[in-house]
């Protein structure tokens, strides 16, 4: 059996483990939080090194693609770096090939995107490829990065906008302490009230709200009215929660097992450990003849 | 070590610079803040205020901040001058920022779009 540990800043709270059967291979897949303890990450992953399969990186982010431009963001490189033999993922190769894909197939065999949908990105330089993907489609997107990361209620309506702030802030925004930027720990199970109230209108105006469920969790309104959440990462508890607010259906890009959605980390891990070669050669055409032969598919699950 | 005239004429650049970039402004109309420059090792102290997207700059320090920057008179030239970014600094204690957090990564985001790439 291969074994596969997704190590994460988040909380333990939802720590899972699973046992799942991988074009004809088993595979345990567990799931670790740390809790927002950098320092308890690191123990965890020297730990772990050489003696699992993969190791995927939750929870944080080490590489954001901006088109061809990849920036690294220095607190996820100490959490990589801290890893010697075991291959380490952060889910980012597969996160642009997959929910490009996602996007696609949604548009192709559902309703639920299409040109001139609504759709709010909470954050999308770690998602570009999605981003890209929505926009070729031609829907109406805001991409609330700098909404949702820095406070400021200015919404990026290009793609081209999106590349020149990235290209400008994220030289430097990669360097600042990663929980500034980013929910970690106990704050990935609480919410920004001022924001929730101050930035509601976004996510009411949106048909489609996509991005990192953390983000999305952490400032959702109440009184939603049916909207589509297109995110992963999620759990029963999750589910409840969107529910309540009123979203009307909740499309994951990642396979659901024993009702988690597991986040891309774990997924490009298990991937890395099927082709069983160096991850800095694997080729996103090499990820998406895996994602076929797998047959994984966007879940959409009704919630009204 | 910078003077107190060379700290000013920094932050007279940065407000004309701020206040030139009309994109600025806008994502700004939200935020009106106090923000104190304040040196370490030189008397030298002013006071940037943001009102509806437009910054003012003023010697000496105003009494009920939101934000309050510290730093020696060097780097607080240097920053706001653009030739150095806050992070650095901020990251190694040389820059000390007093606020709140949401205040501090908005001033940073700030910063960044004025000198950033």
Redesign the interface.
Known sequence: MKRVVSVSLGSARRDHKVQVELLGESFEIARRGTDGDFEKAVELLKELDGKVDAIGLGGIDVFLWVRQKRFAIQDGLKLMEAVKITPVVDGSGLKNTLEREVVRILARETNLIKKGTKVLMVSSVDRFGMAEAMSELGCDVTFGD?IF??????PIKTVEELEE?A???L???T???FH??YPTGKKQESQDEAKVQKFAGYYQDAEVIAGDFHLIRRFMPSGLKGQTILTNTTTPDDVAFLKEKGVGTLVTTTPVYEGRSFGTNVMEAALVAILGKPWAEITPEEYLGLLEKLNFRPQILNLQ | MATHEEITESLRVFTEKYNKNE?LK???R??NRVVVVQATDVDSQHTLTLVDGVVSLKEGKASNPDLTVISDSETLADIFYGDI?P??P??NGTLRIIGS??D???L??IS??IW??
Do not use: S
């Open positions: 700098l990361a820095a406070g400021i209620p200015y702030l290209n400008k802030l030289p430097e925004i360097k600042m302490p500034m930027i | 994109r806008i994502m700004n939200d935020w970014t992070t650095g901020y990251n957090e949401d501090i990564i908005r940073d985001f960044l779009m950033g790439e």
